[in-house]
């Protein structure tokens, strides 16, 4: 069920006393990880969710998850790395619902996608450097550029995936590590910059959850990273979700410009 050009969000399903009640919200790299257990989150507060990612089958999937627990959702196929498709993407978002008021702008990659990981600085090749940054910095940057041009004077929430990589160094993860310096940064500019249309920006910090970035298991690594959190654990794609959603939702109405750390207490002693 997908709603009309003219339909109220609100209309498609009931959710009064939801924390996005009638909202539109977008979320990248919906198909998986974190950006599914988002949409699913942001539909079950209300919102009509537009699930983008460049795996179309997967964002299908994560519609027709939503749409079995009646909710409102619409599957996009989008590389967040590129120019044309962003911009196609709130395209799509404008023609079926007509605006955006929460962006969740989660779409990225590891050091796995870019072979890289477990490489020195000097050991990474420039075109797996490239990547990283296209997907996880530009693609921040391009989203973030449409999508304040749709929110215009409307205000609204933006939320972005950065890490606890984006607020301290991992060895050997320099490019993954540069890249979400730089989305923390991104955030605060627009925060400064756009905050007085009523536009908040915020980012999420994850420590290690569990999701295929993570790649295959490995106990010695777990027990290792396990050590180093106080909590003793990976956190959840879920738990994420549940941030994000609340930094989109008006309970988080004077929150801007902040990266919120989600990662049982690892960076608490530094």
Known sequence: MNA????????????AGRLL?????????????????????FAREGAAVCVADRD??????????????LGEALAIQADVASEEQVRGMLDQVTRH??????CFNNAGIGTLETHSRGKSLADVEFGDWQRMLAVNLSGVFLCLKYELKLMG???GSIVNTASIAGLTALPNSAAYVASKHGVVGLTRSAAIEYGHLGIRVNAVCPGHIATPLLGASDPEKERLLWSQNPMGRYGTAEEIAELAVWLS??????????????????LAGR
Request: glycine share 14%; charged share 20%; hydrophobic share 40%.
């Open 4 to 15: 009309s050009l003219t339909a109220d969000p609100s209309s498609v399903s009931p959710s």
């Open 21 to 41: 009640a009638g909202r539109v919200a977008l979320v990248t790299g919906g198909a998986s990880g974190i950006g599914r257990a988002a949409c699913l989150s």
């Open 56 to 69: 179309l089958d997967g964002a299908k999937a994560t519609v027709a998850a939503i749409q079995a627990e």
């Open 97 to 102: 619902y007509g605006r955006v008021d929460c």
């Open 153 to 155: 004077q409307k205000g």
């Open 249 to 266: 939702s008006d309970r988080a109405s004077f929150i801007n410009g902040a990266a919120l750390t989600a990662d049982g207490g690892r």
